[in-house]
């Protein structure tokens, strides 16, 4: 768990978490737009970042892969903020990215986990995540942590613009600060992922399926997965389903739905019977005290409620861990993947 979300957070010492960013909390609230640049798992935290941002502020975001913005000749206009994600600060294709942005006159603005990293350099200003080394390759509790400051980032500009109500203003906050505490309660449940795990690990391929902020968090779970125990795995929007993956349902084809009481509950139910009509296997992640998807599916994995926007910082967690035993099972190497590098700096 980040240091961001350590402790308890005062609306009035909430933005000394922003560092460097405290500064630019106004250019935010009067962009019109914010593009987020990032890769992999830094990605996901981005679009997690394009639903906080577009909600709560109201401002126009679009979020890309810093692998293809120098190939599409972006269109950056006065007053757009580039942000770059990078838990490294190192990846080159993000700090191409952010350099070609820079030349076109935009803000350039940077959530970066390694103190002094070159894309920390190169921004204008930045929070880092002080998420701590990751030991592993791949990204995990950088992920939290990002997701973590772009939160706070998004409720800080919505506060100032004024979107967002005093009553919503406090809630957000307060709920951040009792993540790590419903944190803990889902890292409580790793023997019950574990047994679950035990019966998928020999499954060839995965489908993850969430809708609203649950969308980039099925991206996220299906990465960790290919990443870590190299079973091939997709992530889409549950409404997504329809329009090609449900081809591929059958009983091998375990699939796991983000089922969270939300704005986008009842579709998502309606998704998960569709997928038990074709007798897919099913794992949903639901809200504690589930009972409907519980009746309808072949496992759950219950995590604490807190506010919608807020809910990716927990979601994330069960399918962290659901990879991480698959692999473990699997015989493989959690923390030195093959093929996979810490930093991608060509
Ligand atoms: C981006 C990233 C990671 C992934 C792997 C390769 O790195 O795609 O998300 O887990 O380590 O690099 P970064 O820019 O966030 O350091």
């Known amino acids: 768990i980040s240091d961001c979300l350590r402790g308890r957070i005062h609306p009035e010492e ?7 960013l405290r500064d630019y909390i106004g250019k935010l609230a009067n962009s019109k737009r914010i593009v987020f640049v990032a890769c992999g798992t830094s990605w996901h935290a981005g679009l997690v970042g394009e639903y906080l941002f577009e909600e709560l502020a109201r401002i126009n975001v679009e979020v890309e892969y810093a692998s293809e913005f120098r190939y599409r000749n972006p269109i950056i206009r006065e007053g757009d903020i580039v942000i770059a994600i990078s838990q490294s600060g190192e990846t080159a294709d993000t700090l191409a990215a952010l350099e070609l942005a ?4 935009a803000i350039i603005l940077g959530v970066c986990n390694v103190v002094g990293s070159s894309i920390a350099r190169v921004t204008h200003a930045g929070v880092y995540t002080h998420a701590g080394p990751e030991i592993g390759v791949a990204s995990t509790k950088a992920f939290t942590a ?14 100032q613009k004024g979107t967002i109500t005093e009553d919503t203003f406090r809630r957000l906050l307060w709920e951040l600060q009792e993540m790590p505490k419903k944190v803990e309660m889902i890292l409580q449940k790793a023997d019950e992922i574990k047994d679950i795990s035990k019966l998928f690990t020999f499954a060839s391929n995965f489908i993850f399926l969430g809708r609203g902020l649950n969308f980039p968090v099925a991206l996220e779970g299906a990465l960790k997965l290919k990443e870590i ?6 992530g889409y929007p549950a409404a997504e389903m329809k329009h090609g993956p449900i081809a591929l349902i059958d009983e091998d084809m375990p699939v796991v739905f983000i ?7 009842e579709k998502v139910v309606s998704n998960i019977q569709e997928v038990k009509a074709r007798k897919g296997r099913v794992i949903a992640i639901v809200s504690a005290g589930e009972t409907e998807v519980q009746k309808m599916v072949d496992f759950t994995i219950e995590i604490p409620n807190t506010h919608e926007m807020l809910q990716p910082l927990l979601s994330v967690i069960p399918l962290q861990l659901l990879s991480y035993y698959i692999a473990v099972l699997r015989g493989r190497n959690v923390d030195q993947p093959r093929n996979l590098a810490k930093s991608v700096t060509v």
């Open 102 to 105: 820079k030349s076109k006159g």
């Open 229 to 234: 125990s190299y079973i091939h795995a997709e």
């Open 259 to 265: 089922a969270t009481r939300d704005s986008s509950y």
């Open 14 to 20: 909430a933005w000394i978490k922003l560092g460097g």
């Open 146 to 159: 990002q997701v973590s400051v772009l939160s706070l980032m998004a409720i800080a500009t919505a506060h």
